[in-house]
């Protein structure tokens, strides 16, 4: 499994001059390289200076590999393995590349003026491992401005650095410059450090990154390979214009139209918007703004009476007065707070949670379930985990999210909602999250994914399909 580098959650920021972050998820993988993409003042410069400790967050975290990381200062930044390269971060030219690298190192200044030999050595070990081709006893005050950044990296490098950040604009940088450091990057991808790359030069972007965050007033709105960066209308995302149709899966091997909304509205919005659902169907339904996806997601769910649909229809029958109870009856649920234990009844355990609350609490079947079926699923469901008399007070986030969303698989819906399942997932619960989706769609259950962004959607959904105030836009 891959290990993460940097994981970003929730994170809220809020700066003196109005700039802000609302609520981003992010992560790089050790050893990827991510390019941060915006119009300025659209959300990387911001992200970068609280990874740096220069801005406070208000909500959310920051984890370097599996701790939290406080980053209260450049101090803190540093201390927790985060090195930023920029314009402002210039080598010493009256001092060699050797004792540039090694300057921060913690054993003293006494230590670095003495110990040239040894500091020599280390630097023209770590030179030759990043292709540098460079004696360590140069000036630095001979080295090119491109040259000089690369001594930069190499210096985050000595000095333990686990997330280096690029912030800078590589207008001095050639082909061949960029070539050299794309190399060295992909060098060092064995090392386990994440890399973040904020420029505003496509061919830098390109060049550099193995994926693209998009960021458009404040959010990451998508998240891409960079190898499909020529052809996916990178514009429309980062401006907002309506997205462009990209190709799909094929939807002639899905079965006849199931589900059917008409007659849906926005706060504040006098247009409607409504969407069709065919049998095992993945649909995404994108909303870059947080209350809108909860506001439509509450309204499909029968739990808001002044915002539903005027029109639902499953398998050709009109649903009347469609308040929660109804909706259920009819085997269309919607999932929640996934992974968390408000999903699930916490007084029961595994096996009660199976068995009991999608049969006979959630759809209406009182009659008798021998133990011997419940322990059978339950044994099926935790084989190699969790028994099935834990408490689900007891279980990891993992096994929440599993356990949420096997329930309802054993009780086989007819269309199943989730709202913003992958925010905040980790690399284990996004993959449990999308081996069920597709449990489901192999069932033959409708699926409707509701999310604040596109990427991770993109590679379940047959569909997606933008919503905004003016409507919905797909696919994109």
Known sequence: MRVEALRVEALSVLSPDGRQLRCIDLNVFAGETVGLMGLSESGPELLIEALRGLTSPFAGRILIGDQEALLGSEADSRS??????????????????????????????????????????????????????????????????????????????????????????????????????????????????????????????????????????????????ARAMDHLGLEDYVVGRPARETPRADLSSLGEERFVVEGLHLPGSRCSFGFSLRRGEVLGLVAPDSQDLAYVFQALSGNRNDCSPSIIRLNGVLLRHANRSTLVAHKIVSVGDLGQTSSLFANMDIGENLLFPSLKKVAGVFGSIESRLAGLLAEHFVAGRSPPMVRVNDLSRADLTSLSLERWLVFRPEVILLIDPYRAADMEIGEIVSDYVSSFSRAGSSVLLLATRVDRLESMCHRLLSLSKDGTRGNL
């Open 80 to 225: 927790a393995g985060i090195y930023a390269i920029s314009h402002a971060r210039i080598v010493v030219e009256s001092l060699t590349i050797a004792e540039n690298i090694f300057i921060l190192r913690r054993n003293g200044l006494k230590s670095f003026f003495l110990d040239r030999k040894a500091i020599n050595g280390q630097a023209s070990v770590l030179l030759r491992r990043l292709g540098l081709p460079f004696s360590p006893t140069t000036k630095a005050g001979a080295l090119s401005p491109v040259e000089r950044q690369l001594i930069e990296l190499a210096k985050a490098i000595a000095g333990g650095a686990r997330i280096v950040i690029f912030d800078t604009d590589f207008l001095e940088y050639e082909e061949k410059d960029l070539l050299r450091l794309g190399s060295m990057l992909r060098a060092l991808k064995s090392e386990g450090i994440g890399f973040l790359i904020h420029c505003h030069d496509d061919r830098a972007l390109h060049r550099l990154s193995d994926t693209i965050a998009i960021f458009r007033d404040g959010r990451i709105v998508k998240k891409m390979a």
